[in-house]
Nanobody, 121 residues
């Protein structure tokens, strides 16, 4: 059984910073892409950023230059450093991982439980 456990959300003032972490646990052979998505009240879940296992990244335009994703493959962990936060970044942030359980298995899509990020003065 796989679990994605997120941490690091909270309340921060505009212009501030937060760092999110997401650790995957279980009988994992390999994690391909990992990423962060977010969902604000009344809106659909949207991509924030993804990172492949060779560190190729894909950022949403709204966070380019402010957010940085990184991963530690040995720990099956992905991080999101968020700087210069704006009120419009307020949302529940979800970790995503595409996981293989064997060398020739299909890829399975997993989600974390979500962590709230609130940017407000």
């Amino acid at each position: 059984q796989v679990q994605l456990v997120e941490s690091g959300g909270g309340l921060v003032q505009p212009g501030g910073s937060l760092r999110l972490s997401c650790a995957a646990s279980g009988s994992i052979f390999r994690i391909n892409a990992m990423g962060w998505y977010r969902q604000a009240p009344g809106k659909q879940r949207e991509l924030v950023v993804t990172i492949t296992n060779d560190n190729s990244t894909n950022y949403a335009d709204s966070v380019k230059g402010r957010f940085t994703i990184s991963r530690d493959n040995a720990k099956n962990t992905v991080y999101l450093q968020m700087n210069s936060l704006k009120p419009e970044d307020t949302a529940v942030y979800y970790c995503n991982a595409k996981i293989l359980f064997a060398s020739r298995s299909p890829t399975y899509n997993y989600w974390g439980q979500g962590t709230q990020v609130t940017v407000s003065s």
